[in-house]
């Protein structure tokens, strides 16, 4: 069973996802999907409601980027990753492997 489906994603605006007690940011750039944890490193923020230019998405916050494709911290004031998630599409269907 999907978890969404593309059509509820649109390009660059994240979309909050709540899987196996984890709280997942969901983002769609371009024909690609990304999930990472929805939790800032740095100050416990939700990183859906930050915003998404290219691969990046920047916490609302404080400013701090990670890459979507890998979580990692681009800029401070975090230093430390995001946790990544696999992501399956098929057809209008999107899954993420927790």
């Keep these: 069973m ?7 994603l649109q390009e660059n605006k994240p979309v909050r996802l709540e899987k196996n007690g984890q709280a997942l940011c969901v983002t769609r750039v371009g024909q690609e999907v990304f999930a990472v944890a929805d939790t800032c490193t740095h100050a416990e923020a939700s990183l ?3 915003d998404v230019t290219g691969f990046k998405i920047e916490c609302w916050l404080h400013g701090a980027q990670f890459d979507l494709r890998s979580g990692e911290a681009l800029t401070p004031p975090a230093t430390e990753s995001l946790k990544t998630y696999a992501v399956h599409v098929d057809g209008d269907s999107v899954t993420i492997e927790i």
């Design 2 to 8: 999907s978890d969404l489906s593309l059509a509820q």
């Design 48 to 50: 859906t409601e930050g």
